[in-house]
């Protein structure tokens, strides 16, 4: 059986790298990556969590509606049924939202 911090993986960096590249103005995009990924796999589970969560939280705006508007815009868009659905270009569900987004 494959570890849970799997979960929080280099495609699922890379997934919400993609929607915040989509959402924000100016975003590097290519720093936001490498700061994590050089440390991710090493890491274990609440350590990826927060590693994560931080890079999130420098990138978005500091006002809290322009903030909620971008997360807002970055879920994915099924809310009915995300049971075994990973994030993919529609949007961040699951894993990616509890230990990404809302820990930002």
Do not use: Y
Request: with cysteine.
């Amino acid at each position: 059986m494959e570890p849970f911090k799997n979960n929080l993986s280099p495609q699922l960096v890379t997934c919400i790298a993609g929607h915040l590249e989509t959402h924000l103005g100016p975003f590097d995009r290519k720093a936001f990556e490498e700061t994590i990924l050089q440390d991710l796999l090493k890491l274990e589970l609440k350590e990826r969590a927060q590693l994560i969560a931080d890079q999130i939280h420098f990138a978005l705006p500091s006002g809290h509606e322009a903030r909620a508007k971008v997360i807002r815009a970055m879920l994915h868009p099924n809310a009915e049924d995300q049971e075994g659905q990973q994030s993919d270009e529609a949007g961040i569900c699951g894993w990616g939202i509890l230990k990404g987004l809302f820990f930002c």
